[in-house]
């Protein structure tokens, strides 16, 4: 599987030591910068090129995902989600790791370098590699809202029991 990295300063450690860790374990890791620190530089930037990698790649039917780091990681998965096709996973423990990809078939996820010890970071994005998505009819069913919003603009329908409750119902 390849793996995309993108960040930004304040993930520079993490994804260096994170290339090292996945190349060994087999993974082929793409590294879409920054390579050099600089305080000044701008996450938009790197991760936006590794999620646009990802995308176009899963596009073509091949087996990738993405990693992006940053100080929180927030910014980051921003970045990541405002490429089309692609759903960003800000994770912080070993269950939201699992539960991005089993639950929500995230294909990147960000992690914040200031937020956590290396060994747990290390785990999370390795916890997140390996997990499969799950299929389940009821995640489907909700990813492919997300998808269809993503392509249409058109908000999913209202379920018969939010009808006539109020500030939820559809105003179109």
Same mark, same amino acid.
């Given at each position: 599987?390849?793996?995309?990295?993108?960040?930004? @300063?304040?993930?520079?450690?993490? *994804? $260096? @030591?994170? +290339?090292? %860790?996945?190349?060994?374990?087999? &993974?082929? =890791?793409?590294?879409h910068?920054?390579?050099?620190?600089?305080?000044?530089?701008?996450?938009? =930037?790197?991760?936006?090129?590794?999620?646009?990698?990802?995308?176009?790649? %899963?596009? /073509?039917?091949l087996?990738?995902?993405g990693?992006?780091?940053? #100080? $929180?990681?927030?910014?980051?998965?921003?970045?990541a989600?405002k490429? *089309?096709?692609?759903?960003?996973?800000? =994770?912080?423990?070993?269950?939201?790791? *699992?539960?991005? %990809?089993? @639950?929500?078939?995230? /294909?990147v996820?960000?992690?914040?370098?200031?937020? @956590?010890?290396?060994?747990?970071? +290390?785990? &999370?994005?390795?916890? &997140?590699?390996?997990?499969?998505?799950?299929?389940?009819?009821?995640?489907?069913r909700?990813i492919? /809202?997300?998808?269809?919003?993503?392509?249409? #603009?058109?908000?999913?329908?209202?379920?018969? $029991?939010?009808?006539?409750?109020?500030?939820?119902?559809?105003?179109d």
């Amino acid at each position: 599987m390849r793996v995309h990295l993108g960040c930004d @300063h304040a993930g520079l450690d993490l *994804k $260096s @030591h994170l +290339t090292d %860790r996945l190349t060994s374990l087999g &993974f082929e =890791v793409v590294d879409h910068g920054p390579f050099v620190y600089d305080a000044l530089d701008d996450y938009p =930037v790197f991760c936006i090129r590794a999620a646009e990698a990802v995308a176009r790649e %899963r596009e /073509q039917g091949l087996d990738s995902l993405g990693v992006v780091i940053g #100080g $929180s990681g927030n910014g980051e998965q921003m970045a990541a989600n405002k490429v *089309k096709g692609i759903r960003a996973a800000l =994770v912080w423990s070993d269950e939201t790791a *699992k539960l991005a %990809r089993d @639950h929500n078939d995230a /294909q990147v996820v960000a992690v914040g370098g200031r937020m @956590h010890s290396l060994e747990d970071m +290390t785990r &999370f994005v390795e916890i &997140f590699l390996a997990e499969p998505f799950s299929e389940d009819e009821r995640h489907v069913r909700r990813i492919g /809202q997300l998808s269809s919003y993503e392509q249409t #603009g058109r908000r999913p329908a209202l379920p018969e $029991s939010a009808v006539g409750l109020g500030p939820a119902e559809d105003q179109d």
